[in-house]
């Protein structure tokens, strides 16, 4: 399979696996993760997820143009019909997700590692939106999220040049949240997904609803709907256990509930 998920102790590893195709998007592992996205969630036994590419050459390359053809039904009936197809430039989740980030992470790829809400990359990662050169935009949120990663100026200067960015500038300019050396990128990235598990489910889907509708709002509108979560949580069980865990001085144990 292109895409593979396996759930251990609550973290998902999401793994596009065509490492002979640089993990390029295909048909097939497009609508893969859709499925994955899916799957993440809804199921209660996933609270964050991991993304990466197998292999040590790419994390991905985005389109694998040799197997993705043009469609036969127009752009108007693609993008308004009701038989639209699910795009993974559109998948979302309340989960946490982590993009683990190994080698070449362009055009498409970057917009995947551009959807996850933190991104640690090894130090042999380069990154880069390269469709202006070819005639073309970053069309999967490229030109919609990377402004708003890492502000205006950055930004353009990627999009509008084409270039490529090597793991020191990424991190430089708050692309990526961490740079680490190639073979200790998965542990790194699974120590921070165990970390985000291991806290109230609730709490996290609520901080990072919170986050990404606050982004789009007036402070005031934003803290308005900050003090409505603080309130919905206040009862629940596991903000009780809680304070319970710190008053016993042991591990919370929460439920998500």
Known sequence: M???LHVRDFVATITLDRPEAMNAIDPESSAQLVEAWAEVSSRDDIRVAVVTGAGERAFCTGADLKKTMPPAASFAQLHYGST?????????????????????????????????????????ATFGLPEVA?????????????????????????????????AAEALRIGLVSRVVAADALMAEAQKIAQRIASNAPLAVVAVKRLAMQG???????GLELE???????????????????????RPAQFKGR
Do not use: H
């Not at 559109?90 to 959807?115: F, H, R, S, V, W």
């Not at 979560?229 to 809680?242: K, P, T, V, Y």
């Open 2 to 4: 292109p895409v593979t």
């Open 84 to 124: 639209k197809p699910p795009s993974v430039a559109t998948l979302q989740t309340d989960k946490p997700l982590i993009a683990a980030i190994n080698g070449y992470c362009l055009g498409g790829g970057l917009e995947l590692a551009l959807m996850c809400d933190v991104r640690i990359a090894s130090s042999t």
């Open 134 to 166: 070819i005639g073309s935009i970053p069309g999967g949120g490229g030109t919609q999220r990377l402004v708003r990663a890492v502000g205006q100026s950055d930004a353009m200067l990627m999009l509008l040049s084409g270039e490529r960015t090597d």
């Open 215 to 221: 982004g789009e709002l007036s402070l005031a509108a």
């Open 227 to 249: 003090q409505q979560a603080f309130g919905i949580l206040r009862d629940s069980e596991d903000r009780l256990e809680g304070r319970r865990a710190f008053a016993e001085k």
